[in-house]
């Protein structure tokens, strides 16, 4: 897949609050560039892209599918701190630091990315002040989303509240214009239990309890999200 010839639509997921993810946003020569630069890659689900603790040799942006970023505590206790979704970009900070992975990243599903090198993105970054500043902005974007993980595990007092705030967050994820109210969860209950930092007994509990409230819906891997008021009061 080219950068250039992608062309966002209204319920793609790159198109996230109904603009073009970061890097698609520079000026169509800075954006060959980066195309030229950058090596296609593709994964099938359940491949580890990079582990934590390994050399920061570059950054992936991906372009289709998701991936699960974890981190790792001492005593070995690994906690999903987000799935990526198309658009994201991956490894960004510690190649910029010069320092290790902090993360690891785990494809759930068959995905596929642009691989950019250290020095070639580094080269990239320092000869475009725009790709400087857009650089900078997926930046924020990071410390952002570290932040809100961070405050919904901090701040929400029930284990209820962080499920329907991680439901949440998927849905508007994959539904930015506020369409449909459905999307798919590559995440086990346990892997959703990691997230909201309970038990997978708890998240079953609670989501058999909003699909009887009828809070949610579930067919296979899709969840509609019936009544997203009642989900959102949850979350508060």
């Known amino acids: 897949m080219s950068l250039l010839s992608y062309q966002p639509c209204e319920h793609d997921a790159l198109c996230e609050t109904g603009t073009r993810p970061t890097f698609f946003t520079l000026a169509g020569t800075e954006l060959e560039h980066l195309d030229n630069i950058a090596h296609d890659v593709s994964h099938p689900a359940g491949s580890v892209i990079f582990r934590e603790g ?42 910029l630091n010069g320092l290790p ?17 250290q020095q ?27 932040f809100l993980g961070v405050r919904r595990l901090s701040l929400s007092s029930s284990a209820s509240s962080r499920v329907a705030h991680i439901l949440i967050e998927f849905l508007r994820s994959g539904n930015p214009q506020g369409g449909i109210a459905s999307f798919p969860l590559a995440l086990t209950h346990a892997e959703l ?5 309970t038990s997978r007994e ?3 509990r609670l989501l058999n309890q909003f699909e009887r409230n009828g809070i949610i819906s579930r067919s296979n891997s899709i969840i509609t999200v019936v009544q997203l008021k009642r989900l959102e009061q949850l979350a508060n």
Not at 78 to 84: E, T
Not at 101 to 115: D, M
Not at 122 to 142: D, H, P, W
Not at 193 to 197: E, H, N, V
Request: negative net charge.
């Open 120 to 146: 070639a993105f580094m080269n990239f970054i320092r000869n475009s002040a725009e790709a400087g500043y857009t650089t900078a902005v997926e930046l924020a974007k990071e410390h952002r989303e570290v």
């Open 202 to 204: 708890t998240v079953t």
């Open 101 to 117: 992975y902090e993360i690891s990243a785990e494809t759930l599903v068959p995905s596929t990315f642009k691989r950019v090198g």
């Open 193 to 197: 239990a990691s997230m909201a930092g």
């Open 54 to 95: 390994d050399p920061a040799g570059g950054i992936y942006l991906l372009c289709s599918g998701q991936v699960k970023l974890t981190t790792q505590s001492d005593d070995h206790h690994r906690m999903i701190l987000k799935v990526a979704k198309p658009g994201d970009v991956l490894g960004l900070s510690a190649m």
